[in-house]
């Protein structure tokens, strides 16, 4: 019976089973598993029944030219599935998440993405000596340990092979690898490229155990390339080039040979723990690159050969948190960018004699014991909490905000042809005991707040005091305004609370009528 028509007193209902019967024609069973085929019967369109038995070997039939997408996805009762001859092609996902163990595509000229993805179990994979990509997602997350890329596969696209199991990997010389191909396998641990490669954005990220690379072969590196693996370059030639991160936080780099800096990028370094000895050719380039080396904590010796004399400037953070102590600047560079230093245990820098600007944090929580500064534009918090800086001087330079603040052992400085005192400069330099403010014009709010000066001279040259320039000196016995401008202008709280601990405050007849102002 192919058709039913059923009938009521308002309509006639008609029900067509003649494509259920038709469905039922086109199947297949193999060792207690039914297929559903095409209408040609050439292809597997999917599982329609599975085996209630674990089957060893799925054998599939001759005359099956093609494994539809997703025709096995989820199937876990069975392990190696053989193809017959006549299978040339998988679709999409067709063993995607399958229990499938082996498999022989030897045959197969087309793969679908992720047609073995997630397999678990896969262990074997033979490759067609025809097959020309293999693609995207195709054996990622599979239990993959090993296999040979034939050399005719001209392309491995992206995440092909993420998350496998692979311990070794051979690339052949005109193959192109796609982002992320190998990103993710763990267990990797050795990689060959028989011909000159270009390395892709996260290609071998966070394989976590890959330690042997011929990198002689390799001309381009991109992001992330070789970040959080065991590689150790040793020498970054002349021609490669290194894109960001592409070798941040691997642990086993020591020593580093940079040939031209001109092809690094920022990060590409960050966070190698156990590097501790870096050579850098400039070669042309104008800037170290932002964070170059930064987090870089065992990083001891930075010679830089600026051959070209072309070096201008350091970027943001290229040295932070590195264990540098000493270190030459060379003569072009006129910037050195946002905290480059900041937070290492640099004692000793020399600095160019030519004029040059130090941005923001700089130095800060350097272990710096003295500075010298000549012409320098210094930026906001540069040298701040260099608590083992003792002596500072400073000679036509431009300050700003919070400059010493908390340079806790800070004793000597000296001030030349300095007009301006920003916020905060000594904030909080609990040493410091004295200082000679000739030729400063402007003394700004919380400038030597917190500080252990004993006496307060304030020259004729300073034009004016701001709120809370001098707040809690508690040390202070003695200020004398006897010699300063009398048109000063001298701010409400200038010296607030500082009432409590002088003992002696000399100033001009006329200002004396002021004084319950300068102490409010």
Do not use: W
């Amino acid at each position: 019976i192919m058709k039913v028509i059923l009938t009521n007193n308002q309509e006639q209902k008609t029900i067509d089973y003649s494509s259920l019967v038709k469905e039922e024609r086109k199947t297949m069973e193999v060792n207690g598993f039914v297929f559903l085929l095409s209408e040609d019967k050439t292809t597997i369109v999917r599982v329609k029944r599975e085996s209630t038995e674990y089957v060893d070997s799925l054998i599939i039939p001759e005359g099956i030219k093609t494994i539809g997408k997703s025709a096995f996805f989820y199937c876990n009762n069975f392990g190696e599935v053989v193809l017959p001859k006549s299978c040339t092609s998988i679709d999409d996902c067709a063993f995607s998440s399958s229990s499938l163990s082996s498999i022989d595509l030897s045959n197969v000229l087309t793969i679908g993405r992720a047609a073995f993805s997630n397999c678990k179990r896969l262990e074997q994979v033979v490759f067609s000596k025809h097959l020309s990509t293999i693609p995207i997602k195709c054996f990622s997350y599979s239990a993959l340990e090993y296999f040979k890329i034939p050399e005719s596969v001209r392309v491995i696209e992206q995440e092909a092979f993420n998350s496998c199991q692979l311990k070794y990997i051979c690339i052949p010389k005109n193959t192109k690898i796609k982002k992320k191909a190998f990103c993710g396998c763990n267990l990797l641990e050795s990689v060959l490229f028989d011909g000159k490669t270009i390395v892709p954005d996260e290609c071998f990220c966070r394989c976590q155990t890959l330690s042997r690379v011929n990198f002689n072969n390799v001309t381009s590196i991109g992001h992330d390339g070789f970040s959080f693996t065991e590689v150790d370059p040793k020498i970054i030639s002349k021609d490669m080039f290194v894109d960001k991160r592409a070798f941040a936080d691997c642990p086993n780099i020591k020593y580093l040979d940079i040939g031209n800096l001109s092809n690094i990028c920022e990060h590409a370094f960050e966070n190698c723990t156990q590097l501790e000895e870096v050579t850098i050719v400039t070669d042309g380039a104008k800037y170290v690159p932002a964070y170059l080396f930064s987090g870089c904590v065992n990083l001891l010796k930075v010679d830089i050969i600026d051959n070209t004399e072309t070096l201008v400037s350091i970027g943001d953070e290229a040295f932070r948190k590195t264990n540098i102590i000493d270190i030459i600047i060379p003569d072009n560079v006129k910037r050195i960018g946002s905290n480059a230093f900041a937070d290492s245990r640099l004692q000793y820098i020399k600095l160019p004699e030519n004029s040059i600007k130090i941005d923001t944090g700089c130095f800060r929580n350097c272990r710096l014991e003295q500075i010298s500064l000549s012409k320098v534009k210094i930026g906001m918090n540069a040298f701040r909490d260099c608590k083992q800086l003792t002596t500072v001087s400073v000679d036509n330079c431009s300050l700003s905000t919070g400059v010493f603040q908390n340079c806790k052992d800070l004793r000597r400085v000296s001030l030349c042809d300095t007009n301006i005192i920003p916020m905060d400069t000594f904030n909080g330099c609990k040493e410091l005991k004295n200082i000679d403010l000739s030729g400063v014009k402007v003394i700004c709010s919380y400038a030597f707040a917190n500080t252990g000066l004993t006496s307060i001279t304030i020259p004729k040259s300073v034009e004016a005091i701001h709120d809370h320039a001098f707040l809690k000196c508690n040390d202070v016995r003695k200020i004398n305004l006897s010699g300063c401008n009398l048109d000063i202008d001298i701010e409400d709280s200038g010296f607030k609370y500082m009432d409590m601990c002088c003992e002696e405050f000399i100033c001009p007849e006329n200002f004396a009528k002021k004084l319950h102002y300068f102490f409010a």
